[in-house]
């Protein structure tokens, strides 16, 4: 040992293993989360430019949506760790119905938002012609897989509270592995295009909001599961800080990503070199009309 290096206490050394123990599966979690995103674009953007750019403008404001309800899992977790801690895994259950039912209604009136909005919202974003009326279809097919997304949320948050880490873990990971599997079905099985790809994640979401309702329906346990709104509204206030704060974060990425959407394309001609009168040419960038 090191002059001067105290050596940790063995008690100390247990402390570090338990926060292992819980961080790395919360780290995978994290990590596949955007693994949705990511699949999407890889496969809907070998289909071309227009598809592409639609992928763009509707996953970034499904992402906005969905980001700014993440108190969901951040508010369940403080409120159900505090009782699990406390001993009272009784009370803990009972919240996890109550969660299930905020995450029911949050993702319910989401989709009921997306579906009226979609149009304007990526009229917004800067889309049009071909790519606005992909985006729209996207949206709208992706929307059904909303409260599912949220449940999902609320489904973290709980498991996360009670020190089961490694459940949601195996739940994303299949939930994105089923994904893939179903986006390259749909988009080049059936040729279905992006609509191909919405409905493989909406599958997949479906999937793993289901997991996550026999979870949460289980922690519950004998309890009553009724909603109950004096119970959920500890879940909405401790959020409520978490959510404006996210929604300025997100309002400053769609307000850039609908600036650049709303660029004027460049395209490149060839121009004569005006040093050299052979027959080569240069190309240069200039403004579209």
Request: hydrophobic share 50%; net charge positive.
């Amino acid at each position: 040992m090191r002059p001067g290096k105290a050596r940790r206490s063995p008690q100390a050394q247990r402390y570090d293993r338990e926060i292992l123990y819980l961080a790395l599966p919360a780290l995978g979690a994290l990590a596949a989360e955007p693994t949705y995103v990511l699949v999407d674009t890889a496969i809907v953007g070998h289909l071309g430019t227009p598809q592409l750019a639609a992928l763009a403008i509707a996953a970034t404001l499904l992402s906005t949506g969905l980001t700014l309800f993440n108190f969901l899992t951040y508010g369940t977790t403080a409120q159900v760790a505090r009782l699990h801690g406390a001993g009272e895994r009784a009370a803990a259950g009972r919240l996890a119905a109550q969660a299930l039912w905020l995450a029911v209604g949050l993702g319910g009136a989401l989709f009921a938002a997306v579906l009226l909005l979609a149009p304007a919202a990526v009229g917004l974003m800067g889309g049009g012609g071909e790519v606005g009326e992909m985006a729209v279809t996207y949206l709208r097919i992706s929307a059904l897989g909303l409260p599912f997304a949220m449940v999902a949320l609320a489904g973290q948050g709980f498991l996360r509270g009670v020190g089961n880490l490694r459940r949601p873990l195996v739940i994303l990971v299949s939930a994105n592995a089923a994904n893939v599997v179903l986006e390259l079905l749909f988009v080049y099985g059936f040729g279905w295009g992006i609509a191909g790809s919405a409905w493989g994640t909406v599958l997949a979401q479906a999937g793993m909001g289901a997991a996550f309702v026999y979870e949460l329906l289980r922690a519950s346990g004998g309890a009553s599961r009724r909603p109950r709104p004096g119970a959920m509204r500890p879940l909405l206030k401790v959020g409520g800080d978490i959510a404006v704060r996210t929604g300025a974060l997100l309002a400053s990425f769609a307000l850039a990503s609908a600036v650049v959407a709303r660029m004027g394309r460049r395209r490149l001609r060839p121009t004569r070199s005006p040093s050299s009168s052979s027959s080569s040419s240069r190309w240069c960038s200039t403004p579209s009309p």
